[in-house]
């Protein structure tokens, strides 16, 4: 529901066309959420048969101008309002994919992990190249667009810790199955004497041995 209440809280300030609010959306996200034209139209549309916007003349150029309804405004005041709440998680592509490499057979889950957390960092240097750039660049009045950066820069940060947090947790139940096995004393004795001589891919088999450990558990 974001474009939707976002489009009305940009008519709450005052009368519109598509390609206006378009444009201004999209400039108060910093363009990070582009919108199609056709969507703005299907969801003013969809306003305007709520009774939350209606259609005013066309202008000398022949654009439909839409306004607020008092409806509308109550609309805008009620999202302003209330929290976002978050009772449904939403859909996240890595998240899925993590969940189900762990329990599909030939998948390298350590290599997963790695190159993903080496796109994140990526990413994240990349924001904060631009948010080093907004400050130089950009004033006072662009606060908008720098909590949108920002929120993005967490949100990278945070992914960064959760897949430190994953390749962890596999390496523990690594750690827990190698103990259940003939031996594991052993085995833990030379591990612990070529630690310091592991590279990335004893990493990544690591990981994927625990990965299979857990897919066998959740059988």
């Given at each position: 529901?974001?474009?939707?209440?976002?489009?009305?809280?940009?008519?709450?300030?005052?009368?519109?066309?598509?390609?206006?609010?378009?444009?201004?959306?999209?400039?108060?996200t910093?363009?990070?959420?582009?919108?199609?034209?056709?969507?703005?139209?299907?969801?003013?549309?969809?306003?305007?048969?709520?009774?939350?916007?209606?259609?005013e003349d066309a202008d000398d150029e022949g654009r439909v101008v839409y306004e607020l309804t008092a409806g509308g405004r109550a609309e805008v005041a009620r999202?302003?309002?209330?929290?976002?709440?978050?009772?449904?998680?939403p859909r996240d592509e890595l998240t899925i994919k993590l969940a189900l490499a762990v329990t599909a057979p030939g998948v390298d889950v350590g290599a997963l992990v790695q190159r993903q957390r080496s796109e994140t960092m990526r990413t994240l240097q990349s924001l904060t190249r631009l948010k080093v750039d907004a400050a130089d660049a950009r004033d006072e009045g662009d606060t908008a667009w720098l909590l949108v950066l920002e929120?993005?820069?967490?949100?990278?940060?945070?992914?960064?810790?959760?897949?430190?947090?994953?390749?962890?947790?596999?390496?523990?139940?690594?750690?827990?199955?190698?103990?259940?096995?003939?031996?594991?004393?052993?085995?833990?004795d030379s591990d612990s004497d070529s630690d310091s001589d592991s590279d990335s891919d004893s990493d990544s088999d690591a990981v994927t041995e625990a990965a299979r450990t857990e897919r066998g558990t959740a059988r």
């Open positions: 529901m974001g474009v939707r209440h976002g489009l009305l809280a940009l008519l709450d300030e005052g009368p519109a066309y598509g390609y206006q609010l378009k444009a201004s959306f999209e400039e108060r910093g363009g990070t959420w582009p919108l199609n034209i056709g969507q703005v139209y299907t969801t003013l549309a969809r306003a305007e048969r709520d009774g939350l916007v209606t259609q999202w302003f309002d209330e929290p976002v709440r978050r009772d449904v998680a929120r993005l820069i967490f949100d990278a940060e945070a992914e960064a810790r959760w897949l430190d947090h994953v390749e962890a947790r596999l390496r523990r139940a690594a750690d827990t199955a190698r103990a259940g096995t003939p031996g594991a004393a052993q085995d833990s």
